[in-house]
């Protein structure tokens, strides 16, 4: 069995950044459109290729107000447009880090928007087809997953160590009851998670109350159930 363990870098967390970077596989390096910019994602990447970490492009929403949790309700051409500026810039900054960007993940809003909106996960896919083929890290059963699995792309399901699930499957949203675990709940739902073989990688939000400490636990939980992390890129 083997896992990868991915998280969102470079939004402003800096001593956060690095502790995680000892212990994901992958990183999510926003682009500076909902958060972060070049300074921070050179880090970064700069970082992750000394570690061994894949590189992949945190795209969002221009809404740093917001944090890219806003759903702005843009024209998906204008998704497309923004999606391959991200990549772009990420792609020469990571180069010139000695790192190379290897996947897509949408950030908030984007993401669940991608997820059941076909015209706009067709947008994220068609900036990653021209990007050069880049894998597309999104949640299960989504259509941003459908689609980029129709364009020949790798399409790598994700699921969350800390995250409340509902009974349907589907994330118990942010503000209520049970949507972050406790510690010893979000372990052993990662650990659960690994070996149903559901999802090839598990997010750990950099944000979440005590984020080093438990991506450290589920590590050590997975290494103990004979899980092998590594990235999927």
Same mark, same amino acid.
């Given at each position: 069995?083997?896992? /990868?363990?991915?998280a @969102? !870098?470079?939004?402003? !967390?800096?001593d956060v @950044?690095?502790? &995680?970077?000892e212990?994901v =596989?992958?990183a999510?390096?926003?682009?500076?459109f909902?958060?972060?910019?070049e *300074?921070?994602?050179?880090a970064v990447c700069?970082?992750a290729a000394?570690r061994g970490?894949a590189?992949?492009?945190?795209?969002?929403?221009? @809404?740093? /107000?917001?944090?890219?949790?806003r759903?702005?309700?843009?024209? +998906?051409e204008?998704?497309?447009?923004?999606? *391959?500026?991200q990549? $772009?810039?990420?792609? =020469?900054?990571a180069?010139?880090?000695?790192?190379?960007?290897v996947?897509v993940?949408?950030h908030g809003?984007?993401?669940? #928007?991608a997820?059941? /909106?076909r015209a706009?996960?067709?947008?994220? %896919?068609?900036a990653?087809?021209d990007?050069?083929?880049l894998?597309?890290?999104a949640?299960p059963?989504?259509? &941003?997953l459908?689609?980029a699995? =129709?364009?020949?792309?790798?399409?790598v399901? $994700?699921g969350?160590? /800390? #995250?409340?699930y509902? +009974?349907?499957g589907?994330l %118990?949203?942010?503000?209520e009851?049970?949507?972050l675990?406790?510690? $010893?709940?979000? %372990?052993r739902?990662?650990?659960r998670?690994?070996?149903?073989?559901?999802?090839?990688?598990l997010c750990?939000h950099? @944000?979440t109350?005590?984020?080093v400490a438990?991506a #450290?636990?589920v590590r050590d939980?997975?290494?103990?159930?004979?899980?092998?992390?590594r990235p999927?890129?």
């Amino acid at each position: 069995m083997s896992i /990868d363990l991915n998280a @969102d !870098l470079g939004e402003g !967390l800096d001593d956060v @950044d690095e502790a &995680l970077l000892e212990v994901v =596989t992958s990183a999510n390096v926003a682009c500076g459109f909902h958060a972060g910019g070049e *300074a921070a994602a050179r880090a970064v990447c700069r970082s992750a290729a000394a570690r061994g970490v894949a590189v992949g492009a945190h795209i969002g929403y221009r @809404d740093r /107000d917001g944090f890219g949790r806003r759903e702005l309700g843009i024209a +998906p051409e204008v998704v497309a447009r923004e999606a *391959a500026e991200q990549i $772009e810039a990420l792609s =020469t900054w990571a180069h010139e880090e000695g790192a190379r960007v290897v996947y897509v993940k949408p950030h908030g809003a984007l993401y669940h #928007r991608a997820g059941a /909106d076909r015209a706009c996960a067709a947008a994220i %896919v068609g900036a990653a087809v021209d990007a050069g083929g880049l894998g597309v890290l999104a949640f299960p059963g989504s259509e &941003l997953l459908a689609q980029a699995r =129709t364009a020949g792309l790798a399409a790598v399901a $994700e699921g969350y160590a /800390d #995250r409340g699930y509902r +009974p349907d499957g589907s994330l %118990v949203p942010r503000g209520e009851p049970g949507a972050l675990l406790a510690p $010893e709940d979000a %372990v052993r739902q990662a650990v659960r998670l690994a070996r149903e073989g559901v999802v090839a990688s598990l997010c750990l939000h950099g @944000d979440t109350p005590g984020a080093v400490a438990l991506a #450290r636990r589920v590590r050590d939980a997975l290494a103990a159930a004979g899980v092998e992390v590594r990235p999927f890129a």
